[in-house]
């Protein structure tokens, strides 16, 4: 059973397009996360939700609009795509504040190419 | 291709040798901290946690030691082997609730045969 799981697992776009990135876990965590990691291996966060309410928004240009429909999803979406958005696009779940680990549990990440 | 100078910190490390990744921190508030493995390919994947009360926390074939004076974690690997190969990550947890997770520029591994 997969943990978290992300679609697609490729995405090759041209700029100026708007294109979605699902996520879904199956842990019954009640924390999820986007982070960006670029072509240097920088794994930088963007946004996490807390039981469907946004927490952190790092400094995101909203043309990236993050939505929940519930603790289980959280999908990106980003309009006008650019040239710098090109990078893996991964998502995670936790639930802190438990008793013991605090560990995020990543997806396999999305790979964003925009010509 | 990547250019000169943005190349990961890389360690080349014999196979059954033993290695150390080290990694700074930056907030001196940070109490909770963990090593993730990423596999080429593949998302992070937790290997071993730490709090700030303790300084050293062994798992299998891992050791993380934590220095809060000098804000440096360190991941020993006992016996590397070739599935170790993979790009080391630390993270820190400012504090145990904020859900944000700081991680570090990270270190390729690379066991040689």
């Known amino acids: 059973d997969t943990a978290v799981s992300q679609t697609p697992k490729y995405l090759v776009t041209q700029m100026g397009n708007d294109k979605s990135i699902k996520c879904e876990q199956n842990l019954g965590h009640d924390t999820m996360y986007w982070y960006k990691q670029d072509s240097k291996k920088f794994l930088k966060i963007m946004f996490s939700y807390n039981n469907k309410e946004l927490i952190i928004n790092e400094t995101v240009p909203n043309r990236f609009s993050p939505k929940s429909p519930d603790k289980a999803h959280l999908n990106l979406h980003i309009n006008s795509l650019e040239l710098g958005d090109s990078a893996v696009y991964f998502c995670?779940?936790?639930?802190?504040?438990?008793?013991?680990?605090?560990?995020?549990?990543f997806g396999p990440g999305t790979r964003l190419t925009v010509l | 291709g990547e250019s000169v100078g943005l190349h990961l910190p890389t360690l080349s490390v014999q196979e059954g040798d033993n290695s150390i990744i080290n990694c700074a921190y930056s907030?001196?508030?940070?109490?909770?901290f963990i090593w993730y493995k990423q596999e080429s390919g593949k998302g992070p994947q937790f290997i071993i946690d730490?709090?700030?009360?303790?300084d050293k926390r062994q798992g299998q074939r891992v050791t993380v030691l934590l220095n809060k004076t000098v804000k440096h974690l360190s991941l020993q690997i006992a016996a590397t082997q070739p599935g170790d190969s993979a790009v080391y990550f630390c993270a820190e947890n400012p504090r145990e609730r904020t859900y944000k997770y700081i991680f570090g520029t990270g270190t390729r591994l690379k066991v040689l045969a």
């Open positions: 907030n001196s508030a940070s109490d909770y």
């Open positions: 730490i709090r700030s009360n303790m």
């Open positions: 995670a779940s936790s639930s802190p504040g438990l008793a013991g680990k605090n560990e995020q549990f």
